[in-house]
T-cell receptor, first 109, second 116 residues
Framework: KQEVTQIPAALSVPEGENLVLNCSFT??????LQWFRQDPGKGLTSLLLIQSSQREQTSGRLNASLDKSSGRSTLYIAASQPGDSATYLCAAPGQNFVFGPGTRLSVLP | EAGVAQSPRYKIIEKRQSVAFWCNPI?????LYWYQQILGQGPKLLIQ????????DSQLPKDRFSAERLKGVDSTLKIQPAKLEDSAVYLCASSLLGTSGYNEQFFGPGTRLTVL
């Protein structure tokens, strides 16, 4: 049974810092891993999808890596901005999609 | 391209009442998911449809929750009777395929349910 954890649970940084969010999963036999952003009271917005054959994906200031052997994925955010403040969730498929609890990010101006 | 549509956006009911949520997925997406997200937690899958058929409903409380997907397009999720612990955001998502292959999920805005 797939289990997904995320560290840290919450993070507060000053604007401009580079930061790393971590996602761990127990079943490494996954086809892909997806990172989402969720703003308060809103649905989820897809940020990046990494296929199992890929090691990383990049979109703008975001870079996500995947290491299936160790059961880990990281989301790197460069030059953080106040608009990046949100909860970031990762999801890995098992029998179905399993979400982590999320990392709540606050970027202070 | 239109996204995943959900209605209503908000619903407040008394316990033991019934409620229904509606979802219209992205056109052409074969797979539709209903998730329950309790405040402070990640979404939990309730049910997954592939076209008309149910792929996974192992976490759906079948004594009170039901869902259907007519003609492989729109879907409704019903709760009857509602309990206080059902207060949550109900999210609908769709993807081209299932959990294998290229299957990026796209989410609707969700329905926030409050049970009093």
């Amino acid at each position: 049974k797939q289990e997904v954890t995320q560290i840290p649970a919450a993070l507060s940084v000053p604007e401009g810092e580079n930061l790393v969010l971590n996602c761990s999963f127990t079943d490494s036999a996954i086809y892909n891993l997806q990172w989402f952003r969720q703003d308060p009271g809103k649905g989820l917005t897809s940020l990046l999808l990494i296929q199992s054959s890929q090691r990383e994906q990049t979109s703008g200031r975001l870079n996500a890596s995947l290491d299936k052997s160790s059961g880990r994925s990281t989301l790197y955010i460069a030059a953080s901005q106040p608009g990046d403040s949100a909860t970031y969730l990762c999801a890995a498929p098992g029998q179905n999609f399993v979400f982590g609890p999320g990392t709540r990010l606050s970027v202070l101006p | 391209e239109a996204g995943v549509a959900q209605s209503p956006r908000y619903k407040i009911i008394e316990k033991r009442q019934s409620v229904a949520f509606w979802c219209n997925p992205i056109s052409g997406h074969a797979t539709l998911y209903w998730y329950q997200q309790i405040l402070g937690q990640g979404p939990k899958l309730l049910i997954q449809f592939q076209n008309n058929g149910v792929v996974d409903d192992s976490q759906l409380p079948k004594d009170r929750f039901s869902a259907e997907r007519l003609k492989g397009v729109d879907s409704t999720l019903k709760i009857q009777p509602a309990k206080l612990e059902d207060s949550a955001v109900y999210l609908c998502a769709s993807s081209l395929l299932g959990t294998s292959g290229y299957n990026e999920q796209f989410f609707g805005p969700g329905t926030r349910l409050t049970v009093l």
